[in-house]
């Protein structure tokens, strides 16, 4: 582990000398980034991505993103420094080294749909859509699924198709498994406009192997036909696909699959609690088999609220309701004003310290530690708040604005650089790189919960905390006109957010243009030439 620390103290290093730490910076885009629009500064790395960050590699050019961008050389790096590699991801394939990724780049594209939207320039869109439409054409396995997620990515220096962790599957050959883990939230509709018989074809994948209990609607996160991780964050990502089949084709049988899986989570709760373990199939021998984490509020039941807003079949919204009252109840310590990492289904929270080693060093005793950063594992603190500023929009119960403007004063008490945790698995992360900033993402991700909350609310602290956020963001991690994934790392890497950031400077500036009228809306209302354009609020 001490190598690490001393890595990482080069590689911090380096990032300083490239940035300049701002004034460099403030010397090649302007004066002061707080004079120019946050659009422009959205606009600028879109643009220098479309120009340096597609495919022009091997024998084969394709119209897609890379994952991974020097932002000095504005080059893909075949192999990456390992860099924050093994407190952010653990598994290299993870971050599609030398390659392209359409599931880790649905936040970016979103950001390019949406500039389009405000800027009227339509080549952002187009982009995405030729992106899209080129995986969708010819990266497609023998099963209808897209070789994306976690387990997957296609490589732009051999021009193949890569992956790890390979299973066997239910028709006993080794595969690469199709997985949908930790980003929800897919432009399915994007998708669909520029192919919809490949997305048909995905989600109709995701029933037949990735529902492996038709009856009772448990899942596996790995689409091999076997029965596996039942996770909730999986579950909620195959829940809007279906909800999503639904609102296009009116087909009855998809909201039905849709309801299964949301029924088999729900079947497996405490009853006297509502609360339900991470994986329920674990059994409570196994820590996420027996506790209640903030995947579930964080990921799944936005899933949900989700679901419900599409269909409007009011069980989503239901379970979803029944879930965050239960952790906003149960899973706040009004002691310290912060919220527990865990719950055990009697709602007793499980203390620290935690286990260092093994698989158990995932669970998250203790409090919950805003900046950790791991992009997977069971922590989703700025997820959930997210969620219980979604929940209020929809449903006005007080007790998540309640539960939502804790998180919000917890936030601006322990800013990104505060170390939350004490002897954790990434402890050299937290001394070290962690105190100079967090990932673009949860920058993007923590200025849209502020701009959500002001939206609904009206109260102008919150858009001036998101103001700040984002110049923070901005001063921290723009360089040569893009946006790093994090302060100490000189590469724009998609895993790491940047995409989320991005949406989240395109919606602060429409607020900004005139935060009243956007109040009394309760939107973001973006006119161009198709009409009128909403922004979804919560940057999923």
């Known amino acids: ?15 300083i000398i490239n940035s300049g730490m701002c004034g460099v910076r403030a010397e090649q885009t302007g004066k002061n980034h707080k004079d120019s629009s946050y659009t422009k500064r959205v606009r600028e790395c879109v643009d220098l991505l479309m120009t340096h960050g597609t495919d022009t ?11 991974i961008l020097d932002v000095q050389s504005r080059t893909c790096p075949r192999d990456p420094e390992k860099l924050d590699e093994q407190f952010r991801v653990t ?53 209808g699924f897209f070789w994306w997620g976690w387990h997957r990515h296609y490589d732009v220096f051999k021009d193949s198709w890569e992956g790890h962790n390979p299973n066997r599957a239910k028709w006993g050959e080794n595969v690469i498994p199709h997985e949908i883990h930790a980003i929800n939230g897919i432009a399915w509709d994007r998708l669909w406009a520029v192919d919809k018989d490949a997305v048909a074809a995905e989600i109709a994948a995701i029933w037949k192997w990735h529902v492996i209990d038709k009856k009772s609607g448990e899942i596996n996160r790995h689409g091999d036909g076997n029965r596996g991780c039942d996770f909730t964050m999986s579950g909620g990502a195959f829940i809007e696909a279906f909800v999503f ?81 239960a952790y906003a109840e149960l899973g706040y310590d009004k002691k310290t004003g912060k919220f527990w990492g865990a719950l055990k289904m009697d709602g007793t929270p499980i203390p620290g ?20 950063p791991y992009v997977a594992g069971y922590q989703y603190p700025i997820y959930t708040a997210q969620a219980y500023a979604y929940a209020y929009e929809l449903t006005k119960e007080p007790i998540f604005l309640q539960t939502a403007d804790r998180f919000a004063a917890w936030i601006k008490r322990a800013p990104p650089g505060t170390p939350e945790s004490a002897d954790t698995w990434y402890d050299d ?82 607020v900004l243009k005139d935060p009243k009228k956007v109040v009394a809306k309760g939107a973001i209302v973006v006119d161009n030439d198709k009409g009128q354009t909403t922004m979804n609020l919560d940057n999923w």
């Open 1 to 15: 582990m001490r190598r690490s620390v001393r890595f990482f103290t080069t590689c911090t290093l380096i990032a």
């Open 245 to 325: 089949m639904y609102s296009q084709t009116k087909d009855q049988q998809w909201l039905d699959r849709a309801k299964r899986v949301a029924d088999y989570y729900w079947n497996r709760r405490d009853p006297k609690t509502n609360l339900l373990p991470e994986r329920p199939n674990a059994g409570r021998g196994r820590f996420d088999g027996g506790s209640f984490v903030t995947a579930n509020t964080g990921l799944y039941c936005h899933s949900l609220l989700k679901a419900f807003e599409i269909s409007g079949e009011a069980s989503f919204r239901d379970q979803a309701v029944a879930y965050l009252k």
């Open 91 to 143: 598994r290299r394939d993870r971050r599609s080294p030398g390659g392209s990724n359409l599931l880790t780049d649905q936040p970016t594209l979103k950001a390019m749909y949406a500039l389009s939207d405000i800027t009227g320039n339509k080549n952002y869109a187009a982009f995405a859509d030729r992106y899209c439409d080129y995986v969708m054409k010819n990266l497609v396995d023998q099963q």
């Open 429 to 510: 992360y937290s001394s070290g790189p962690g105190r100079k900033g967090t990932y673009a993402g949860k920058y993007g991700r923590t200025i849209s919960f502020f701009l959500h909350l002001y939206v609904v609310t009206g109260d102008r602290q919150y858009l001036d905390d998101a103001r700040v956020l984002a110049d923070t963001a901005v001063d921290k991690l723009c360089h040569n006109g893009l946006l790093r994934g994090h302060p100490a790392k000189p590469y724009y890497e998609a895993m790491d957010g940047v995409g989320y950031l991005l949406y989240a400077l395109l919606e602060l500036d429409q």
């Open 57 to 67: 590699y091997g024998n084969v050019h394709a119209p897609t993103l890379v994952t």
């Open 353 to 372: 310290p935690r286990v260092k080693d093994g698989y158990g060093q995932y669970e998250p005793r203790g409090h919950l530690d805003l900046w950790e």
